[in-house]
């Protein structure tokens, strides 16, 4: 059904729909009204779960680990400081191997403190071995969720369901919501063959030597790496029934004949997209949304980008003393092209800096001068305001 | 909620004892480990119907080196500071599956103390129905032997060291008991392993209890206090003697009893069988300031729990018989 929603209060009906028992989470700004919504429709009846207000993300996590661990489907969400307070969680979670979903509405770390948007918080757990989906808009944040479940039970994996604060978590949109007949439908009920059980005892998070160690990490690694077919399956089979797909792993927009192309992850793709309507370049330009951050799709990237002269990363991230954590990952996955395109590194829209339609034109110019650095820079970073050392 | 007494008599008790082990032999304990002896009474009092959350530490690395495992129970270990929450989250799972599993959480006094403090507060607080045991070694010995809040005044340990400038650790043990009874929790105890029967006595209880209880055993640790295994027994017998750890049990935060002592003994009885308060019996005067220091801490406790009785006398019948027969190998 279509109707006008918030982001936040069309994840909760999505949370809603593949029905949880367990649902654990802690108060962060911008995932407040995800939380919020979630706890109002338990309130109403309208979602029979144990919601349960913890004293922390930190428990929040490991309150959901405990209710996977036990046989329930569970779900949390958070944002920023919280995102890394989890972090220790995240990673065990990962590491045991638990199919859980949480949604990040990403946001800005501290220090300085700022409650806006960037996604510093969801790439500085990017190692946390947990698979990373990027929504555009809230209509993918609304699939996704739902594509999270099937993703993470039959892959047994955690998925973190990325969407931008603010931009996506309080901005209104008309959004398909779909039926709970449809969700039945497509995603089964909730199965973990390594539920704890008394009639038949097991022991999880034992300590592993140096002898089993490696083997249990290449295990994680690969099967993240083998979820990239799942995640296509997820978003095909979801397509069949209600006629959405959310980009697979990743999605090319614009011409064949483009040469150059812009990268982004996350909601900043429309904007890009209206400032090709708005401000259309003299060249073709392609779009690649990077939906899947974790695993990250290097063959798919590869024969994406095949015959691409530039690629243009921008994100809204980076490795202070390093540069892009996107553009780095992209850069490495091209260099095993025969003739690579130039990498363009740009991180945008940090701590809820306004990302302006003029984007486009000014990243293309970096384009005029083949001699020019193509050293990682801050768009928009004005240096005059800062002390002469910094600049 | 209800606490439901047993009125079984003694006897019949015994013969009803679960014959089921939670948890197994041939784990890698130290000879004469006071946590597996606590952990292995209570998992036989508690059945086999209950899921355990256990936190980082001694219990949890000498029962589970992959690929073995003691446990004959589910069992699983996720993180250090996490246990309350960790169960919080099987007990809110089982709650909506309709099922009736007792959720144990498991931790030591540095996991509950310390780096657990916050998840355990926020368990107890929720009402989640967790038996919660804090086996109580005073340090962290998995790491070896650090000070933790629960370390008592004046012990020495690789962190708190004596030396010129001190007398081994400068700050009182933790009340934790008094915290978790600030909680105002149906049930909550302490326990000592030299008093077997009072620990599954306290287990069955706790297990009966709709909501959040608490039991926190005194586990003494031969390697980590500096006596011989074979001493264990004795030493925590001693601790619960002198008044240095008071057996008591609290109902929604109020004293609901406590293990009397007799003839309370000095504290120097105690503290001269352990290695880690060998600094206090030299010649220096401030160990000697110490040695009142703590023997007026035993004195407080004796008389704010009213331990000294005349009358009564904490003689675990059951436990010595269990003893005699080898423990519940006979089972």
Request: charged share 20%; hydrophobic share 40%.
């Amino acid at each position: 059904m279509r109707q006008a929603l918030e982001g936040s209060q069309a994840v909760a009906q999505a949370v809603a729909l593949c029905r949880p028992q367990v649902i654990a989470a802690y108060p962060i700004t911008p995932q407040t009204h995800i939380v919020e919504n979630i706890s109002k429709l338990v309130a109403d009846g309208k979602l029979q779960c144990e919601f349960v207000s913890v004293e922390s993300e930190f428990s929040a996590a490991s309150l959901v680990l405990g209710a996977a661990m036990a046989g329930s489907r569970a779900y949390t969400a958070s944002a920023s400081q919280g995102i890394l307070l989890m972090a220790e969680v995240l990673f065990n979670i990962a590491g045991m191997r638990v199919p859980l979903v949480m949604t990040c509405a990403n946001r800005a770390i501290s220090s300085p403190l700022s409650i806006w948007n960037d996604q510093q918080d969801s790439m500085s757990v990017r190692d946390a071995g947990w698979i990373q989906l990027y929504c555009a808009d809230n209509q993918e944040a609304v699939d996704t969720t739902i594509q999270a479940y099937r993703i993470a039970e039959r892959c047994e994996l955690p998925v973190m369901v990325c969407m931008d604060g603010f931009t996506l978590t309080h901005t209104l949109e008309t959004i398909n919501i779909p039926a709970q007949t449809e969700v039945d439908q497509y995603l089964p009920k909730y199965q973990f063959k390594r539920t704890l059980d008394p009639q038949n005892p097991i022991s999880l998070g034992t300590l592993v030597s140096p002898d089993y160690y490696t083997e249990a990490r290449h295990s994680h690694h690969q099967a993240l790496l083998n979820a990239q077919a799942e995640i296509l399956l997820a978003d095909q089979d979801w397509a069949e029934i209600t006629g959405r797909k959310c980009g697979g792993l990743l999605e090319v927009e614009g011409t064949e004949e483009a040469d150059v192309a812009i990268l982004t992850i996350g909601s900043v793709l429309g904007t890009l997209r209206e400032a090709l309507e708005e401000l259309p370049p003299n060249q073709p330009v392609k779009l690649i949304k990077l939906r899947t951050f974790r695993p990250f799709p290097a063959e798919t990237l590869k024969a994406a980008c095949k015959g691409l002269k530039d690629i243009i990363v921008l994100e809204r991230a980076f490795s202070p003393g390093s540069g892009g954590i996107v553009g780095l990952e992209v850069l490495g996955a091209l260099s095993e092209l025969e003739n690579p395109p130039k990498v363009h590194n740009f991180a945008a829209g940090l701590g809820g800096r306004d990302i302006p339609l003029d984007i486009l034109p000014r990243l293309l110019k970096v384009l005029e001068d083949p001699t020019a650095s193509r050293q990682f820079k801050l768009f928009d970073v004005e240096l005059e305001r800062l002390p002469v050392e910094d600049r | 909620m209800m606490i439901t007494e047993t009125t079984i008599p003694a006897a019949d008790l015994r013969r009803k004892q679960p014959r089921f082990r939670g948890m197994e032999s041939g784990h890698r304990a130290c000879l004469g480990c006071g946590e597996a002896l606590a952990a292995r009474l209570a998992t036989e009092a508690a059945g086999p119907d209950v899921m355990i959350a256990n936190a980082t530490g001694c219990l949890e690395i000498f029962t589970t080196p992959w690929p073995e495992s003691a446990w004959r129970v589910p069992w699983m270990h996720s993180l250090f500071e996490n246990t309350g929450a960790i169960a919080s989250g099987m007990e809110a799972a089982l709650k909506a599956q309709g099922k009736s599993t007792k959720v144990i959480a498991m931790g030591g006094d540095g996991g509950t103390f310390d780096i657990g403090f916050q998840a355990l507060s926020g368990m107890l607080e929720r009402g989640h129905n967790v038996l919660y045991i804090c086996f109580d070694n005073e340090a962290y010995m998995n790491t070896g032997i650090q000070r933790s809040s629960s370390t008592p005044h004046a012990a020495m340990t690789t962190t708190s060291p004596p030396g010129k400038e001190r007398m081994g650790k400068r700050h009182l043990k933790k009340d934790i008991i008094s915290i978790v009874a600030a909680h105002h929790i149906p049930y909550a105890a302490t326990a000592s392993v030299a008093y077997p029967s009072d620990i599954r006595k306290k287990v069955r209880r706790a297990m009966a209890v709709d909501g959040p209880t608490f039991l926190q055993i005194h586990c003494p640790c031969p390697l980590g206090w500096g006596f011989e295994g074979e001493q264990s027994i004795d030493v925590a017998r001693l601790a619960v003697q002198t008044g240095l750890f008071p057996v008591i049990e609290l109902e929604r935060g109020g004293i609901a009893g406590a293990m009397p002592i007799r003839n309370p003994r000095p504290v120097t009885d105690y503290l001269k069988q352990q290695q880690r308060f060998r600094h206090l019996f030299t010649d220096d005067t401030r160990a000697k300031e110490e040695l009142e220091h703590i023997q007026a801490i035993a004195d407080h406790n004796i008389e704010i729990y009213e331990l000294h009785s005349e009358n009564k006398d904490a003689f675990d019948t059951e436990g010595i018989d269990t003893v005699r027969r080898g423990g519940m190998r006979w089972a």
